[in-house]
């Protein structure tokens, strides 16, 4: 099965608790048989994990690549050889790859529906300013399943301002699909009547549990919610333990476990408040 740790060296950006997010997802979703789509694949970071978690479903992938000019707010920089050259290493059929080298604006639904039929998982993460984010909402709008999941990268990351402008501005969007989940660095939603499926999904995984930072209540019920921004007030005890969770993720999960490790945190909390006395 393919690990974490097995892609991230790859150039790209992806984090565990997305990763791990769609594997969940992904791989629930495998008894449907819809496709799989990803706008923006740049080396294929992210769409490795996809193609691995969904069996032999079809897969489109879209990305400008060579055509850099186009890319006019300057998201990552596709680059086909280096994203073939990755599908190949991670073992990915190239035969349940359709590849699109256009702009997404320039895409149609009908043309992904006679590719590759209804889609089960749309991931959003190519161009990150207000048109071609609604356009990618709209293009998901007509083609994910009933039961499909939109995953969206960057929402409420400060840098891309407009991306979470665009999602929670897009009126139809807003009207058709709830957020199930906030992970590290997308949201994910789907129909409001498969919200406690996913959430009960995502929920079932005990190591992504372990970097479940908050659950927020919601009219559809308590939304998980996988990140947290460090704060000057945090203690140095919270920032470590914020960059074990961001840099080795494995480790976190192995601590947070450890009854031996719980009770060396207690006994220093202890001390703390002994010499603060
Ligand atoms: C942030 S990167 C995607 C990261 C990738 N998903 C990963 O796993 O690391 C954005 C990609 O979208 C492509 N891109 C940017 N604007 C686009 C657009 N409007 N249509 C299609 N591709 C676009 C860029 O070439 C780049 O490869």
Redesign the pocket.
């Known amino acids: 099965m393919l690990m974490f740790k097995d892609i991230r060296k790859?150039?790209?950006?992806?984090a565990w608790q997305d990763f791990s997010i769609i594997r969940t997802v992904v791989s629930a979703q495998n008894g449907e048989g819809a496709a799989v789509l990803?706008?923006?694949?740049?080396?294929?970071?992210?769409?490795i994990p996809l193609a691995h978690f969904s069996a032999d479903r079809k897969l489109y992938a879209?990305?400008?690549?060579g055509r850099?000019d186009?890319?006019?707010?300057g998201?990552?920089?596709?680059?086909k050889t280096a994203f073939l050259g990755n599908l190949h290493a991670f073992g990915v059929d190239a035969s349940r790859v359709t590849i699109d080298e256009?702009?997404?604006?320039d895409v149609s639904a009908s043309e992904i529906l006679s590719a590759i039929g209804p889609v089960s998982f749309f991931?959003i993460?190519?161009?990150?300013h207000m048109s071609?984010v609604t356009?990618?909402l709209e293009l998901a709008l007509r083609t994910v399943t009933p039961s499909g999941v939109v995953a969206i990268?960057?929402t409420y990351r400060p840098e891309w301002p407009d991306v979470t402008q665009a999602v929670f501005s897009n009126v139809d969007f807003q009207r058709e699909f709830r957020q199930f989940a906030i992970g590290f660095n997308k949201s994910y939603w789907c129909r409001p009547d498969f919200v406690q499926h996913y959430q009960k999904v995502i929920r079932a995984d005990s190591n992504l549990d372990a970097f479940l930072r908050k659950t927020y209540a919601v009219p559809e019920g308590e939304l998980p919610i996988y990140q947290e921004y460090p704060l000057p007030e945090w203690s140095i005890a919270s920032v470590l333990r914020w960059y074990t969770s961001l840099r080795f993720p494995g480790l976190s999960v192995m601590l947070q476990r450890s009854s031996a490790f719980r009770s060396f945190v207690a006994l220093l909390r202890r001390l703390k408040r002994a010499i603060s006395r």
Not at 102 to 105: D, E, G, K, M
Not at 125 to 128: A, L, N, S, V, W
């Open positions: 790859l150039s790209g950006w992806l990803e706008i923006g694949v740049h080396h294929g970071k992210s769409f879209i990305d400008v690549f850099q186009l890319n006019v707010d998201s990552g920089h596709g680059d256009r702009l997404s604006n991931h993460d190519g161009g990150h071609a356009n990618d990268d960057d």
